[in-house]
């Protein structure tokens, strides 16, 4: 189980950063599973991950319960309604429409509603 764990939180990190490069794919929830996954396998890679300027902070406060400063939570939705857009141009099937749709509005969602604002 330690190897599956281990495997599980190099592809999450993976995820991660790719999802710090492409807007409509997110960051940090990879960055949390495989914070996860390598607090079960290999310490030394948690530790690596929360030292992380970027990362590691976010890891902290979700993992305080401090969860996200309305600054990140606004720039997360202009990103993923960026991304949203851009994709609808490439769309054509009215299915994919309201597939993409339902998911941006579960994100913003999710988002504001069930992730703690700092300092509120």
Known sequence: MRGLALALGFFFTGLGFLGSLLPVLPSTPFFLLAAYFFSRSNPRLETW?????????????????????????????????????????????????????GLVAYALYFIWKRVPTQGA
């Not at 606004?74 to 991304?83: E, N, Q, S, V």
Request: charged residues 15%; aromatic residues 8%; proline residues 6%.
């Open 49 to 101: 991950l929360l030292s992380l300027p970027k990362v590691g902070p976010l890891i902290r406060d979700y993992r305080e319960g401090r969860g996200m400063s309305r600054g990140t939570k606004a720039w997360a939705t202009l990103l993923i309604l960026l991304g949203a857009g851009f994709s609808l141009l490439r769309l054509s099937h009215p299915g994919a429409w309201a597939l993409l749709l």
